[in-house]
């Protein structure tokens, strides 16, 4: 999970958290080969940005197929009140967050 982590913050700078859900979220103790995460961004995010990241070819694209692992990685904005956005918060996880610089 770091390595998408580091990953996915290199091409979505501004993602501010990422979630992991589906089969692999639910049942821990069997992972299997296919991955979902969700990419989120902040509440300023434009539906432009959104939508351009989640093409199939866009840039998460690229994590389709890495090596015997299929992943998944869509975006999606905080304050989502989507259906999906509503189901992510049950089946899912928080697994990284952008750390909160202090000011001083």
Do not use: H
Not at 33 to 55: C, K, Q, T, Y
Not at 57 to 63: H, K, R, T, V
Not at 70 to 95: I, K
């Amino acid at each position: 999970l770091e390595q998408v982590a580091i990953a996915v913050a290199e091409i979505v700078p501004e993602a501010i958290e990422l979630w992991c859900y589906g089969v692999n979220a639910m049942q821990p103790n069997k992972p299997g080969n296919d991955w979902d995460f969700i990419v989120m961004l902040p509440r300023g995010a434009s539906a432009s940005r959104i939508e351009m990241l989640n093409e199939l070819d866009g840039p998460l694209s690229d994590f389709r197929k890495i090596g015997n692992q299929t992943f998944d990685v869509q975006a999606l904005q905080v304050g989502d009140r989507s259906p999906f956005a509503r189901l992510l918060q049950v089946e899912g996880f928080c697994f990284w967050r952008k750390p909160v610089s202090l000011c001083g």
